[in-house]
């Protein structure tokens, strides 16, 4: 399962801000993750609730925050932000949208304890 393996990342990650700021816990980890991947937020909170259990981490709130895609309108040449890959363009109405970003999963928030 793809969001196992993003999970497993982000416990990496987060061993490694352990041991590098030695905090105890953490209390609630907020992530960033773009509409354009193809991360269900859903499957991700419940890989790492249970990749979690007994551990350092067990009981961890982890909140997910969908950013918007960003694209690149081949017509009117504009930037946009676009809800999914099928979007037209909201400046336009043109079709043929380049994704340029927001297909990535960010950690943004960690509320520790000390
Ligand atoms: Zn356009």
Redesign the pocket.
């Known amino acids: 399962m793809h969001e196992l393996t993003l999970c497993e990342a982000l416990l990496d990650l987060l061993d490694d801000e352990k041991a590098r700021r030695g905090f105890r816990a953490l209390r609630r980890l907020k992530l960033e993750i773009g509409r354009f991947g193809c991360i269900d937020p859903d499957a991700l909170v419940y890989a790492f609730d249970v990749t979690t259990r007994d551990t350092w981490l067990d009981g961890a709130k982890i909140e997910v925050d969908r950013r918007p895609g960003r694209a690149r ?1 081949l ?2 040449g ?1 930037d946009v932000e676009v809800p999914d890959r099928l979007a037209d ?1 909201p ?2 109405g ?1 079709r043929r949208l380049m994704p340029t970003g927001g297909d990535q999963m960010r950690l943004v928030e960690m509320e520790i304890v000390a």
């Open positions: 309108c017509d009117c504009a363009c400046r336009c043109g």
